[in-house]
Structure formats: C-alpha cells, structure tokens
C-alpha cells in the first residue's frame, strides 16, 4: 500500500514532465491520452486505498524523507491515508479523469493543448500534495501549487490581456489568504514543537475550549480558507478564473482549488471545535457569503459568471455547515457539488462549443431541440443542484439544514432561503437557455451543433453520479443507516464529542416540515420561473437594488477605489520623488562624475616618453616621502 500511495504523485507528476518537456515534438492528439491515462492509474490507486482504510480502518502513515532537519527540529515528507483523504482522493481523481477526458474534444483544435494537459496534471499533483499532506507544511506547499496552476490555466490564453489580469487577480487575492495560513503554521510550530497534523490535533485536544492561541491560530487559517475558497471578501477573484477555458473551470470549482479550504478546516476540525469564537466567525462568513453569492447569480447573463457565483453561494452554504459544527454534512455536500457542479459547468461548455463561444444567455433560447443531449444533462445538474429528490443535492443539503434547524429557528430558515435560491437562478438559467425562443443571434447561427462523444460521455457519468451519490446518507426520516456520517465518524470523533454536548434533537414533526415545505416553494419557484422567463423574448435589464446585484456589488468598484487608487497614486509619487529624483538621480551623478573623472585623467596619456619618465620620478619621490612622515 505505501507503494500505491507514492504512486498516487508519482504519475501526474510523470505526466507533467512528459507532456511539458517534449510538447513542440509531441502530436497534440496524444497528450490527451497520456494525461488521462495517469490519472486513470491514479484512480485505480485511489479505489485500492479506498477499499483498503474502509475495510481495515487504518490510517496509513507513508515516510518519504526528511524533509527539513535542522537541530531539534525535523520535519518530514510523508503521506497520510485516512478516511477522509481516500474520500477526497476519489473525488480529485475521478472527477480530474472526466474532465481531461472532456477537454480531449473541448481542447481539440487548440494550438497550446499539449502545455493545457500538462498544467492539468501538475494541477491534480498539487491537489494531491496538499490532500496527502501528514504535516502543514506539506500542506502548504500543494496549497500553494493548486494557486500557481489556477495562474497557469487561468491566464492560458495570454494572448489576451484580460485573461492575464484575471490569472494576476487570482494568484494576488490568494496570496492575501496565504499570509493568514503561513502566520498559522508560525503560531502552530511555536505552540505544539511540531507541524505534524495528528500530533497537533492530540496535543489540542488537551487544551481548553476557548483558548486563545487556538483561537488565533484557527482565525489564521480560516483567512487562508476564506481566500482559496473564494469567501467574503476575498472572492471576486473566483468569477473572474472563468477566463480559462471551461473544463479549468469545472476543475477549479469541482475537485480542486476552491474544495480546498473546506478540506482545511474539516482537517482541523479539532481546533476549530475548541475555538467557539472561530466557529461563529465561519457560520457568520459562509452564511453571508452563501445569501450574496446566489443573489448575484440570479442577476448575472453570463452563462460561467452564474455557475461562478453559484461556486461561491455553494462554497458559503458548506462553511455554514463546518460553523454549525457538521463536519461529516460539508464534506457530503462536497461530494455531491463536486458531481454536479462539474456537469453544470462541463455542460455550459457544451453549449459555448455549439454556439462558437457565445456565453452570454439572452443571446440564447430554444436550444433543447438543438442540442438535446446537453439540454438532457445540464437539466440533471439543475435538479441535482436544486436540492429536488431524489437527485444527490437534496441528500447532502438536508444534512445542514437539519443541523441549522438544531442550532436554532432563525438560523433554519436562512439556510432554507439560501437553498430555494439555488433554484431561481438555475431554473432561470434552464428556462432563458433552452425554452425561451430562439434570439436574433441564434436564429442567424446556422452552425449550432451537438458535441462529439468524447464530450458527452464524462458528462454522462457526472449525471449518473449526481443522480445516486446521495443515496449513501437518506434522511434520518427514512432510514436509520447513516453512510456517508459513519464513514467520517472516525476522522472526526473527538470533534462530534465536543459538539454534541450543544446540539438539541429536532422533532418528528420538524424534520418533515424541513423535507416537505422547501419541495412546496421550490415546485412553486420553478412553476414561476417558468411563466417569467419562457415567453419573454428579451430579459428585463433589473433595475433598483437588483442592479446592485447585477453589479456584484460592486465589491470590485469598491477595491479599486479604497486600495488600488491610493496604492497607485502612493506609488506614483515614490516613483516620481524617490526612484526618479533621488535613486535615478545618485546613479546618473556616479555615473556623470566617472565619465568626468575619466576625461581628465585622460588628458595625462599624451604617448611621450619623457613626460612618463618624469611623472614615474616623482610618483616614486611622493612615495618615499610619505613612508618617511608616517
């Protein structure tokens, strides 16, 4: 088994050098094949680790080398394969494989697909470091490998200047994050003697509820989590990385990038649950995050731009889950997102490849008939996404309802309104894109085509999943046999210990007024959505505080007017008095007095003898007469 779990960064990696090293004398059509195949041989090695820690509940510790030995201390590069990590590495890997083999079609006629599949696999390396990571700052390193392939994809199309601002955006705003996580780790090694994450999870449980180095040290990284996983405020960067091509997309918000901050914070949840101030920190952020991110999808025309800002509100609803103390509730959520949010956004490519690359929706309409297999499966995400039974979003979204509901009343009902959000934009997207009739753009397109098969087929299994996957957890109403909970339950006992003691147990009667009242307003929804947005022609250009949410609020406006105005304006006069003036100004005065100098003491080679003869004379006169005075 430690064979296999080295295995599991050795091929991405082994893909990433191939493809990159000889991608000029590679033929395009073969580094997709190649990179798939890695990581098809990734997946089979995670399905052995997977079956392995499942069936022996062991946690397999793989030592590498060490890595940093200096004095007392000695940290290592070794692997760590618990439950959770194998549940994640079913989930990067699998999801990875489908979307490489999308991007085989999607990618096809790409000039730089060769450099694509490699920064893919280094991408599902990086992913995997930090999934795999026994101390933090292992972890580190992939944390900070998933932001150098977002810049990598992001801005993968350079030749365009927007698509470089939004791979800067991107790397820049993470790196705000990053800080919080790197002052963790300080505080981390200062506190414990040691990075090593089940250590520090033993030592902390030892420590007080309260303690304020926890505290510190969780708020830390939750800064990191809330810049990875796109949170307020540092989440305008995520709609932006749809610059990329699509299937980069789907990776980021699917399996990769942006999964990991819930990673982290599940990963510790040790000190989170012990830090009662972070926690409530994390429900305030993910709940706040969540209400804004699904209010301005519903306002976007951007086809990617909703999915995008449908990301983050999926993103919030998962934190307000970790701040509720359900760990197990985020991680199944996770899941499912991961299957559906990759078909939404594999699916959305389908329909940009058939309209030659038009993602704006009103310029859309009627594409059901068009193309039907896309229509089949983007309406499977939808549903899926909505929380609609018996669709893999309805499962994992019970889990954090139920446990808002047990925090309280008040909490319940947002997290329900946050939810019944999901299934405006999605079905107005649904409706505008595939009922509504045809735009002028569309009807002058005589171009519009379904996708070849080696695009259909991944979404295909996406659909499939997103139909079943929730089937391993059905509400406590139906079924005592809890899966996805007691296949978590080791990773997280001492954590669930120290939550229960707060939790108090809904009733019958409100356990099925949590399942039956959102079905009612969400049938309610989609029948409204309906009448609003098929037989319109043309989408009302939203006016009041709707515009506030069709201009993202105008968080960007708001950066560029507090921060990167004065920063610029400060830099401006620095460039002007400081490097102009007074660093440009020492330099040319060395370089003008050396010149100076220069042409004068040029004037004493006159090329006569005589004169050299007297000047040597004297030089050696001066010399004597120095040494006799000293």
Not at 259 to 270: E, F, N
Not at 582 to 600: D, E, M, R, W
Request: hydrophobic share 55%; proline share 3%; glycine share 8%.
């Amino acid at each position: 088994m430690e064979l296999i779990s080295i295995l599991l960064l050795v091929f991405p990696l082994l893909g990433f050098l191939t493809i990159g090293l000889f991608q000029k004398q590679m033929n395009r059509n073969l580094s997709g094949v190649l990179a798939s195949s890695f990581i098809f041989l990734n997946l089979v090695a995670a399905a052995f680790l997977f079956g392995f820690v499942t069936a022996s509940n062991q946690t397999l510790e793989v030592p590498l080398f060490d890595w940093i030995k200096f004095g007392d201390i000695t940290i290592p590069f070794a692997l760590t394969i618990d439950r959770l990590s194998a549940l994640m590495l079913l989930i990067v890997n699998g999801v990875g494989l489908l979307i490489h083999l999308y991007s085989i079609g999607y990618m096809k006629e790409d000039e730089g697909v060769n450099r694509y599949f490699a920064y893919l696999n280094l991408f599902i390396f990086f992913m995997l470091t930090l999934i795999l990571s026994s101390n933090y700052l292992m972890l580190f390193i992939g944390w900070e490998g998933v932001g150098l392939c977002s810049y990598l994809l992001i801005g993968f199309w350079f030749k365009d200047r927007a698509n470089n601002d939004a791979a800067k955006k991107a790397f820049i705003m993470n790196r705000i994050g990053d800080l919080g996580f790197l002052i963790a780790t300080f505080i981390l090694f200062t506190t414990f003697k040691t990075l090593s994450i089940s250590e520090i999870a033993a030592k902390a449980s030892l420590m007080p509820s309260g303690d304020l180095t926890l505290m510190a040290i969780t708020l830390c990284l939750f800064v990191g989590a809330v810049g990875k996983s796109a949170q307020i405020p540092l989440f305008t960067w995520l709609p932006d990385a749809m610059a990329g091509p699509t299937p980069v997309s789907a990776l980021i918000h699917a399996a990769t990038m942006v999964t990991a901050g819930i990673y982290l914070v599940a990963r510790s949840s040790v000190m989170f649950v012990l830090s009662p101030v972070t926690m409530d920190v994390i429900l305030v952020i993910g709940t706040v995050t969540a209400l804004a991110g699904g209010l301005i999808a519903i306002y976007q025309n951007d086809i990617k731009k909703i999915l995008a800002y449908s990301t983050v509100s999926q993103l919030g609803f998962m934190f307000m889950g970790l701040g509720l103390g359900s760990f197990s509730g985020a991680m199944f959520h996770l899941t499912t997102h991961a299957f559906f949010k990759a078909l939404l956004f594999l699916a959305a490519g389908s329909v940009i490849h058939a309209l030659s690359n038009e993602q704006d929706i009103r310029k859309m309409g009627g594409l059901r008939h068009k193309i039907p297999f896309t229509f089949a499966l983007f309406l499977i995400g939808a549903i899926a996404i909505s929380g609609i039974p018996p669709f893999a979003g309805f499962f994992s979204k019970e889990v954090i309802l139920t446990a808002a509901f047990e925090h309280g009343l008040g909490m319940g009902l947002i997290a329900t309104v946050i939810s019944l959000l999901t299934t405006i934009y999605m079905f107005r997207l649904i409706f505008v894109v595939f009922f509504k009739p045809e735009s002028k753009e569309l009807q002058a397109n005589h171009h519009v085509h379904e996708s070849p098969k080696v695009m259909l087929y991944p979404m295909a299994v996406l659909a499939i999943l997103s139909m079943i996957a929730g089937f391993v957890q059905p509400p406590k109403l139906f079924s005592e046999t809890q899966g996805f909970d007691n296949y978590l339950s080791p990773v997280f006992a001492k954590s669930n210990s120290l939550v229960a003691a707060s939790e108090h147990a809904l009733a019958v009667q409100t356990e099925w007024m949590i399942f039956i009242f959102p079905l009612l307003i969400i049938a309610l929804l989609i029948f409204l959505s309906y009448k609003r947005f098929v037989n319109n022609k043309e989408l009302v250009s939203p006016t009041g505080i709707q515009s506030l949410f069709a201009h993202k609020l105008y968080v960007d406006e708001i950066y560029d007017f507090c921060i990167l105005k004065p920063v610029t304006f400060i830099s401006d006069i620095f460039r002007e008095l400081l490097d102009q003036t007074v660093i440009n100004g020492f330099v040319n005065a060395v370089g003008s007095g050396t010149l100076f100098v220069g042409k004068k003491i040029r004037l004493l080679q006159t090329g006569n003898v005589g004169v050299y003869l007297v000047l040597m004379v004297f030089s050696i006169i001066a010399i004597l007469f120095f040494n006799i005075i000293l």
